[in-house]
């Protein structure tokens, strides 16, 4: 049996307890493309640093694919004055010179450009597309898929980020999302979320079925020849659901998020190295997290 936790007293910062946080590759990507609300980061999870050439979670042959529209975020044009705007009215930029501030947006420009290295948009796309659909068994006809380049100081992490948005959707609309690795096309994680902002009341979490429910969400991800080699929950609470880590054959790791009745996977985490301790739980505390 694991240990469940139990409801934080205080208001929650829901994204932040449930230790799924935007931060590291995507950021950038988020950033800039303002159809992600910064509550939606309690379903979207970002990649761990990548480090290997060649993921087990690529998806061979990815084939560009005519059933959905391709918009690549990096070729739009950006309002510098707006960008100068928010960054003048981060804490960090308080008292911050028009130079300082010129050369932090020539900097955040210059990270959302691919390189001659990279994979295009349409390309990132069918990889990410790929992904979603071994994941959710989505039908993407019709869709829209906004790419969002990300350019890391950690070697080897520059990533995609494409979001696939349903015709004619609304706020309970279902978005699915993939960040996948600019180079090789790899997954570095997976979710789907939409804008009701509705809090789950997962009951349960005891039962182990969380945890077979888990095991065979991420085993249709892996390729035949890597196998799951042991499992643990590293999070259990009503709010958001249950964690569990899965630790595969050839030495990665990948994680999933499951909440509802039905033990949807609201999330997946690639960890090519292995599991770092990144979703483990931290309790909400009057100082803060952990």
């Not at 980061?41 to 993921?55: D, I, L, M, Q």
């Not at 950006?78 to 960090?92: C, F, G, I, S, Y």
């Not at 869709?143 to 080897?156: C, D, G, L």
Request: with cysteine.
């Amino acid at each position: 049996m694991f240990k469940i936790i139990p409801p934080a007293k205080k208001v929650w910062i829901y994204g932040a307890a449930t230790a799924i946080i935007i931060v590291s590759s995507s950021t950038m990507a988020y950033a800039l493309n303002n159809n992600i609300p910064e509550t939606v980061s309690a379903n979207v999870v970002s990649s761990a640093n990548v480090t290997k050439g060649n993921s087990q979670t690529q998806i061979s042959n990815a084939k560009i694919s005519t059933e959905y529209k391709v918009v690549d975020l990096s070729k739009q044009k950006v309002d510098l004055t707006q960008l100068k705007d928010e960054l003048k009215h981060k804490a960090v930029n308080a008292g911050v010179t028009p130079e300082k501030l010129d050369e932090e947006c020539k900097t955040i420009l210059a990270s959302r450009v691919p390189g001659d290295k990279d994979i295009s948009a349409e390309q990132a796309a069918a990889y990410a597309a790929a992904i979603l659909k071994k994941a959710y068994g989505v039908d993407f006809t019709g869709y829209t898929a906004e790419a969002s380049f990300s350019k890391n100081s950690v070697p080897n992490s520059d990533n995609w980020t494409v979001i696939f948005h349903a015709p004619n959707e609304n706020k309970s609309t279902k978005r699915y999302l993939a960040s996948v690795n600019s180079v090789t096309g790899s997954m570095l994680d997976a979710s789907v979320y939409d804008l009701s902002y509705k809090v789950a009341d997962n009951k349960n979490l005891q039962d182990p079925q969380w945890v077979k429910t888990a095991e065979d969400d991420i085993a249709k991800l892996m390729p035949g020849n890597v196998t799951i080699t042991s499992s643990k929950v590293v999070g259990a609470t009503p709010q958001t659901g249950v964690s569990v880590v899965c630790q595969l054959s050839d030495g990665s790791a990948c994680a999933v998020r499951l909440t509802g009745d039905n033990k949807e996977a609201a999330a997946y985490r690639y960890f090519p190295n292995g599991y770092d301790g990144s979703w483990d739980y931290h309790p909400v505390t009057a100082n803060g997290v952990g």
